[in-house]
C-alpha cells in the first residue's frame, strides 16, 4: 500500500488508462443527481435506483459500500463503465488526480496518481 506518485505516460492519457486500471472513484461514492439527468443522458433505469421524489443514484453506490452496477472488472486492475457515454455529470466531475479521486484511491490501498493538470480538462 505504498502512496507514492505513480507517473502516468502521455499515452495513458490519450485512452483514459488510469481510470480503465482504477475504478476507485465507482466504488466508493454514491453517485446522485436530478431524476431526469438519467433520461436526458439515455442511461437505462436499470442503471439507476431513486432516492427522493427528485434525486436519483447509480444502482449500487447508495450501499455502505458502494460500487456501481456498471463498473465491470477489479478496481485498481482493470476495470469498464458498462454506461460511459451515458455516465451522469457527476461521474463526469471527478477528474484523474483530482481530491475526490485521490481520497478514493486510498481507501482502496492504491497510490496516489499524478496527472499533468492539461489531462483533467482532456479526460472529462
Not at 47 to 67: I, Q, V, Y
Not at 76 to 82: E, F, I, K, Y
Not at 85 to 100: F, L, M, T
Amino acid at each position: 500500500m505504498s502512496s507514492a506518485p505513480l507517473p502516468v505516460a502521455s499515452a495513458d492519457l490519450d485512452t483514459n488508462a488510469p481510470c480503465l486500471r482504477c475504478g476507485a472513484c465507482c466504488a466508493t461514492y454514491r453517485v446522485s443527481f436530478y431524476w431526469a439527468e438519467a433520461e436526458a443522458q439515455g442511461l437505462d433505469a436499470r442503471w439507476t435506483e431513486s432516492l427522493t421524489p427528485w434525486l436519483a443514484c447509480m444502482a449500487g453506490t447508495s450501499k455502505a459500500h458502494p460500487r456501481c452496477a456498471a463498473l465491470t472488472g477489479q478496481v485498481g486492475d482493470q476495470v469498464a463503465c458498462q454506461v460511459y457515454p451515458s455516465r451522469p455529470q457527476a461521474c463526469r466531475e471527478v477528474a484523474p488526480g483530482s481530491d475526490q479521486c485521490q481520497r478514493a484511491r486510498v481507501r482502496h490501498g492504491l497510490g496516489m496518481l499524478t496527472v499533468p493538470p492539461i489531462a483533467h480538462d482532456a479526460l472529462k
